[in-house]
């Protein structure tokens, strides 16, 4: 009885001596591993829904228009490019869980003495069905 609980020892520690793993192997399956999750998380972020800005300027002067996304870590579309009075410019807003977005139009553009001033104007408003929002900016709204 006693050899034969050393044989089933023997064969317990030589199946769990076969079943090491080396380092590589390790580093190897996480890294697998990572690159799945990432991959993941990648393929959400993606899948957020966003919707197209059209805006007109309505201001008397040419106009810098920034927008800030709060729906996607505030990240900041900077468009340089000068909107002259009447003309349009674009966009994207990302929509939330429960439909809607929440942006801040930062209006760069001159007040009646020439000076440059910011103004802003917050939006959160429902995007229901939409693909695409249109909106008025001028600087009348506050400053910022």
């Known amino acids: 009885m006693r050899k034969a609980l050393t044989v089933d020892l023997k064969n317990v ?25 990432a991959s993941l998380t990648t ?37 340089k490019r000068t909107i002259t009075p009447g003309s349009q410019g674009t966009t994207q807003a990302t929509v939330d869980s429960g439909g809607y977005i929440d942006i801040t139009f930062s209006i760069l553009g001159k007040n009646d003495k020439n000076v440059s001033e910011y103004h802003c104007t917050d939006v959160k408003t429902s995007v229901g069905s939409k693909t695409e929002l249109s909106y008025d900016v001028s600087m009348s709204g506050r400053k910022c």
């Open 43 to 79: 393929a959400h972020a993606q899948a957020k829904k966003t919707v197209k800005i059209t805006y007109t300027n309505r201001a008397k002067a040419e106009v810098q228009v920034y927008t800030i996304d709060h729906n996607n870590g505030h990240k900041t579309d900077e468009n």
């Open 13 to 37: 520690l030589l199946s769990l001596h076969r079943m090491e793993f080396s380092m590589r192997q390790i580093f190897s399956a996480a890294f697998i591993v990572m690159i799945a999750l």
